[in-house]
C-alpha cells in the first residue's frame, strides 16, 4: 500500500512531510457565480470564474516525534517547533509553496495564507494547529510600448463641400432670367445679384426660380447660373 503524506516543497526547493496526518483532508473548489434576475423567468444563476482553490489543515505537532506512536510521516523533524519555524519562514517569505498529497494526484502551487498553533486541553505534550493553504497562479506584468501618434505633414486644404441649395436659400445669381424652368422667353441677364430660391424643378433646364429679397419675382435661371451664399 502506497504512503500517504502531506509534503511541502518551498522555493529553495526543500521538502518536509507534516508529522501527523489530519483526520480529514478538504479541497474547496468554488466558482464566482451571481443571481440575477430576468424578466419573465425570474432569478437565474450566472455562472463565474473559478475562485482559488482553498485547503485548511486541522492537524497536531508533538513536542517530540521520537517514541510517538501516531507520527504517520515516513521522515519527520525531530520537534515541534521545527515545523513551526519552516511554516513561519515560508508564510514571511512571501513566496509559493508546492503542497502534495503523496499517493494521490493532488499537487498544487499555493501560499500559506494563515498559520496558527498554541496547546488544547492543557496537553503541553503536542500542538494544535490550522494551516490554510491558498491556490497561487504565477503571474507578471506586461510592458506596454507607447508609439508617438504620427502628424500628417501639413498640405492644401481640401476645399469645402458646395452649400446645398433648396428653398429658401440665399443665391448670388450670374445668368440669364427665363419665363419658365424649360428656358423660354430669355430676359435680363443677372449679375452678382443677390436673390432668393422661391420654386425648384429639378431636371429642368432652368431648376430654380428666384425672386428678390423682398419677394419680388425675377425668373427661372439655369443650375449654373446660381450659387449659395
Known amino acids: 500500500m502506497a504512503h500517504i503524506g502531506i509534503y511541502l516543497t518551498d522555493s529553495k526547493n526543500k521538502t518536509f512531510e507534516l508529522p501527523v496526518n489530519p483526520e480529514e483532508l478538504k479541497i474547496n473548489y468554488e466558482t464566482n457565480d451571481s443571481t440575477e434576475e430576468v424578466v ?3 432569478a437565474i444563476n450566472r455562472i463565474g ?14 513536542i517530540s516525534n521520537k517514541g510517538v506512536g501516531y507520527v504517520t510521516a515516513s521522515k519527520p523533524l525531530s520537534k515541534a517547533q521545527d515545523y513551526i519555524n519552516r511554516l ?15 499517493g ?3 499537487s498544487l502551487q499555493m501560499t500559506i495564507a494563515s498559520f496558527t498553533y498554541g496547546f488544547k486541553s492543557g496537553n503541553s505534550d503536542e ?3 490550522t494551516l490554510v493553504l491558498t491556490e497561487y497562479k504565477s503571474y507578471k506584468a506586461e510592458l506596454m510600448k507607447i508609439t508617438k501618434k504620427k502628424v500628417a505633414a501639413k498640405g492644401k486644404k481640401r476645399p469645402a463641400p458646395p452649400k446645398k441649395i433648396g428653398r429658401g436659400s440665399t443665391v448670388i445669381v450670374n ?5 419658365d424652368s424649360y428656358g423660354s422667353g430669355p430676359g435680363q441677364t443677372e449679375r452678382n445679384a443677390t436673390r432668393k430660391v422661391n ?21 427661372w435661371v439655369t443650375k449654373s447660373s446660381v450659387r449659395a451664399v
Open 49 to 62: 470564474e473559478v475562485k482559488l482553490r482553498s485547503i485548511s489543515i486541522d492537524g497536531i505537532l508533538p
Open 199 to 219: 420654386f425648384i424643378a429639378l431636371g429642368r433646364a432652368c431648376p430654380y426660380h428666384v425672386t428678390t429679397l423682398s419677394g419680388g419675382w425675377r425668373g
Open 175 to 179: 445668368g440669364r432670367l427665363h419665363v
Open 88 to 102: 513561519t519562514s515560508i508564510h514571511q517569505s512571501k513566496k509559493p509553496v508546492r503542497f502534495v498529497l503523496s
Open 40 to 42: 419573465k423567468l425570474g
Open 127 to 129: 500542538y494544535v494547529y
Open 104 to 106: 494521490t494526484k493532488i
